[in-house]
Structure formats: structure tokens, C-alpha cells
């Protein structure tokens, strides 16, 4: 009989929902935004959004966590692999308080609240549910695997004190399924070899 469990070791369990804003599709990218919410890992749970806008943040990477252990843990173990600017442990952490809104069968809305900053991450018009599984070494970034579901939004905004971000999400197909640039990324489990 074949066992169940996964002798991979596990790294971090949670959200990664994120937001890739394009002027078009094809287009560069305007917006990004990767926000975690970490239920475990080594770094201890919490909160963070790794965030780079070329209208709100004048092209620079921000970082916002109510865990600053964990950012920094996740930028190492993850972040590296994903997306090399958002792991510059020289960058400063902003101290934030994140809440989630929205009922996410026709919006969800991330809330970040920092000392003279309000972030909203809205996805909306959701596209059918996605199971992802990668397998431990069959990702071309590294040995990692990851499972989690995606529930892709064909709408989404991202604002910096009621300012929005340019731009909108484009087609991003995950294998044969149809898929956006802007994901609600839930029962997300990054796993490695032990």
C-alpha cells in the first residue's frame, strides 16, 4: 500500500496570494504584490506583503509585516526563488496590521494598515478554483514543491492611500486551465527535500 504522507519536509504553510498588474497582456509588468499569510513556518506565523509599483511606490520594493522574523525567513527560504528583488534583506520592514475583508465567492480585500499608509489588495470576478501540486524538485526554481489553490480574479486592484495602481490583471494559464495574472493563492504548503 502506497503511504499517504509527503516524506518531504515541510517549510511553511498558509496564503500567497498575489497581484500582477499589466497595461496589456504581453505587456510589462506595473504592479506586483505578494502577500503572505503564514500560518507556519520556522520564522513563526504572521503577515507580510512584498510590494513594487511603478505608481505607488515610484518603482521600489516595500515590505509591510506584523512578523519581521518570518519576512525576513521568507524572504530567504521563498521570496529568493520567486522574485529575486523582494528578497533584499537590506530593505527595511514597515510595521503593519493586515485584515482580510470580503465574503471571496465575489471579492476578497487584504487590508494592510501602516503608521500613515492604507494598502487594499482586491481581487474580484473569480474564475473556477485550481489544485496545484508540484512535487519536492520538480520546480525549475529550485527543490521546492508546492501545493495550494489558486482561485484566479479576473479583476483586481491594488491602492496606496486610496491611489490605484495602473493597470489590470491579464491571462495567465495554469496548464490547460484558463487563469489570471491576479490569484487568490489559499492552503498554500511549500515542502523540500529533507
Known sequence: MTSPIDSNEVRITGENSFIRLHKQEGGPELTRASHWRVLWSPGGPGHVLYLKSGDLTAGKVRIYSDNPHMARWLQGEIESMLFPEFA???????????????????????????????IHLSWWDFLTPIMVAKAAGSLAIGPHGVYTVLIPGLGAQVTLNDVAAAGQPVPDK??????????????ETWVRPS
Open 88 to 118: 533584499d534583506q537590506s530593505l527595511p520592514i514597515i510595521d503593519a496590521i493586515f485584515e482580510r475583508e470580503g465574503d471571496s465567492i465575489s471579492f476578497s480585500r487584504e487590508v494592510v494598515e501602516a503608521r500613515d499608509e492604507t
Open 174 to 187: 495554469r496548464g490547460d486551465r484558463d487563469a489570471s495574472s491576479a490569484c487568490l493563492a489559499w492552503s
